[in-house]
């Protein structure tokens, strides 16, 4: 038994001292079997966001299949000070920039999957009419996403949306000038009833 731990331990060192070479070369990349063998510096963000970036925690978000520009620029929030998070502004320090654009191309090229998650349809029928009208310029219609590079909120963890968007309104995160002039109206127009009637619309994970 101890000979096979000992084996066990040698191939994984072989294996890591291989990763990282690879990665000094600049071998680290995306490539058509992503799936099958992600790069290894993706594979330290499966822990949280799950395997592929498909999260099952409403806490934490799914990464699968957000915009490959908005990925960069939320990642760069987290290393400035520019987003909030229980540790991601704290980790990401420890990325250069080749591998913060492995992380983007990969997550970016994978399957966008809707959360199943209980929601009010009352509610979910008034988010509907309110996202078309402050958010659907950005966000996209549904399921198809708008050319402003903006990530589909369909299908979202309610928790982690409830938790974010309120980050934004009292500016611990920092969006641009136009989510926050939408958020504002938003709020001011239907208050937090209005946000929580968007919430359900985005968890019902329909149209």
């Known amino acids: 038994m101890r000979l096979l731990i000992t084996f066990c331990l040698y191939g994984l ?34 822990s949280c966001h799950g395997p592929g970036g498909q999260s099952q925690s409403p806490a934490i978000p799914s990464i699968a299949g957000l915009p490959r520009d908005y990925l960069l620029n939320v990642l760069a929030a987290y290393r400035y000070g520019g987003r909030f998070g229980t540790i991601m502004d704290r980790i990401m320090g420890a990325y250069d920039k080749r591998q913060v654009e492995t992380m983007a191309d990969y997550f970016s090229r994978q399957p966008y999957r809707v959360n199943k998650q209980d929601a009010k349809w009352q509610l979910a029928d008034r988010g509907r ?5 402050y958010c659907r ?7 198809k996403p708008s050319d402003k590079g903006a990530p589909l909120l369909i299908g979202r963890w309610m928790d982690y949306l409830r938790w974010t968007i309120r980050d934004y309104l009292i500016g611990i995160n920092q969006g641009d000038e136009e989510m926050n002039r939408q958020l504002a109206r938003l709020i001011r127009n239907h208050g937090e009833p209005g946000l929580e009637a968007l919430i359900h619309y985005y968890g019902k994970g329909r149209p």
């Open 137 to 143: 310029e950005c966000h996209g219609d549904g399921l």
């Open 13 to 46: 060192t072989v294996g890591w001292s291989f990763a990282v070479t690879a990665e000094e070369r600049g071998a680290l990349s995306v490539s058509a079997d992503d799936a099958v063998y992600p790069p290894m510096v993706v594979q330290t963000c499966f």
């Open 129 to 133: 009419q309110l996202h078309r009208r």
